[in-house]
C-alpha cells in the first residue's frame, strides 16, 4: 500500500504561481509513472503531467509551458510548478501513482487550487 500526501494549493491572484508537493510513503519510482489531474467544477478530470519511470515528461497541451512536473528521489515527493496562473486553472490538483506493471493506482487526497482574477 502507497500513501500519496499532497499539500501547497491555495489562492493565488491570476499570473502568480504555486507549487504543489506529493509525498508518497515509500520508494516507487522504478516501477511506477507519477501524474498529477485536475478536476474542475462541473467538468471532467484532466491529466497535466505525467513523469515516467525512465524520467521522462509528458504535459497536456493545456498546461505546456506553464507547469512543470518534477522528482526528488531522496524526498519521495514529485512536485508540480505552477507558472502563470489563470482563473481557469482553478480545481481540485490530484497526484496518483500508475503501476506499470500491474496497472493499479494509488490517489493523493486532492489540494484545492483558486486562481482568482
Known amino acids: 500500500q502507497v500513501q500519496l500526501v499532497e499539500s501547497g494549493g491555495g489562492l493565488v491572484q491570476a499570473g502568480g504561481s504555486l507549487t504543489l508537493s506529493c509525498a508518497a510513503s515509500?520508494?516507487?519510482?522504478?516501477?511506477?509513472?507519477m501524474n498529477w489531474y485536475r478536476r474542475a467544477p462541473g467538468k471532467q478530470r484532466e491529466l497535466l503531467a505525467t513523469y515516467t519511470s525512465h524520467g521522462n515528461t509528458n504535459y497536456a497541451d493545456s498546461v505546456k509551458g506553464r507547469f512543470t512536473i518534477s522528482r526528488d528521489v531522496a524526498k519521495n515527493t514529485v512536485y508540480l510548478q505552477m507558472n502563470s496562473l489563470k482563473p481557469e486553472d482553478t480545481a481540485v490538483y490530484y497526484c496518483?501513482?500508475?503501476?506499470?506493471?500491474?496497472?493499479?493506482?494509488?490517489w493523493g487526497q486532492g489540494t484545492q487550487v483558486t486562481v482568482s482574477s
Open positions: 496518483n501513482a500508475h503501476n506499470v506493471i500491474l496497472g493499479y493506482d494509488y
Open positions: 515509500a520508494s516507487i519510482w522504478n516501477i511506477y509513472t
